[in-house]
T-cell receptor, first 111, second 117 residues
Framework: RKEVEQDPGPFNVPEGATVAFNCTYS??????FFWYRQDCRKEPKLLMS???SGNEDGRFTAQLNRASQYISLLIRDSKLSDSATYLC????????????FGTGTRLAVRP | GAVVSQHPSWVICKSGTSVKIECRSL??????MFWYRQFPKQSLMLMAT?????????EQGVEKDKFLINHASLTLSTLTVTSAHPEDSSFYIC?????????????FGPGTRLTVT
């Protein structure tokens, strides 16, 4: 079983749509959680950290469910510029504070 | 945010030659840097963790004699792919870790695309 699992997509949505991505992780000792965004042939860039209480940054909302070992990202009012691959990333001290990446979920927003 | 640079951004080399990739933290000191590799449509896979002044720690399955890592200063780590083969063609990305107000944060370089012919 992969340490971090994501639906690879692609998700094809019209501008203005709301889209949600899910991610599960296998290491119950994981402590830090992130969503990164990666554009084609570019490096990953931190989109947002995910906190236990859930957090929001503009159109983006992240949720964490430790009991189910499940993380989500909600994007409201999708823009064309949101088209990218979204990576679920998990960090745990037991893995030496190393980031473990999911394979990513590809989002394509169409006009 | 902090800036990490990589050089070169892309390189084409012949099979059997060696290629060196540099990773620099431009505005902060990084005691730890990480080297990742990403094949098309796959996730980033950690190759090794590089600590300044000590030997790198390699992930399982990564040949330390083939992928030489040097972290001689707090702002520079290098990855040398020795005797490169076409299967080493990949996107190599480094990241540097710094300790900020909310704990450890990792910043990624722009990546180096290696093509071995």
């Amino acid at each position: 079983r992969k340490e971090v699992e994501q639906d690879p997509g692609p998700f094809n949505v019209p501008e203005g749509a709301t889209v949600a991505f899910n991610c599960t992780y296998s290491n119950s000792a994981s402590q830090s959680f992130f969503w990164y965004r990666q554009d084609c042939r570019k490096e990953p860039k931190l989109l947002m950290s995910v906190y236990s209480s859930g957090n929001e940054d503009g159109r983006f909302t992240a949720q964490l469910n430790r009991a189910s070992q499940y993380i989500s990202l909600l994007i409201r009012d999708s823009k064309l510029s949101d088209s990218a691959t979204y990576l679920c990333v998990v960090n745990s001290e037991s893995s030496g504070d190393k980031l473990t990446f999911g394979t990513g979920t590809r989002l394509a927003v169409r006009p | 945010g902090a800036v990490v640079s990589q050089h070169p951004s892309w390189v084409i080399c012949k099979s059997g030659t060696s290629v060196k990739i540099e990773c620099r933290s431009l505005d902060f000191q990084a005691t730890t840097m990480f080297w990742y590799r990403q094949f098309p449509k796959q996730s980033l896979m950690l190759m090794a963790t590089s600590n300044e002044g000590s030997k790198a720690t390699y992930e399982q399955g990564v040949e330390k004699d083939k992928f030489l890592i040097n972290h001689a200063s707090l702002t520079l780590s290098t990855l040398t792919v020795t005797s490169a083969h076409p299967e080493d063609s990949s996107f190599y990305i480094c990241s540097a870790r710094s300790y900020g107000t909310s704990g450890y944060e990792q910043y990624f370089g722009p990546g180096t695309r290696l093509t071995v012919t």
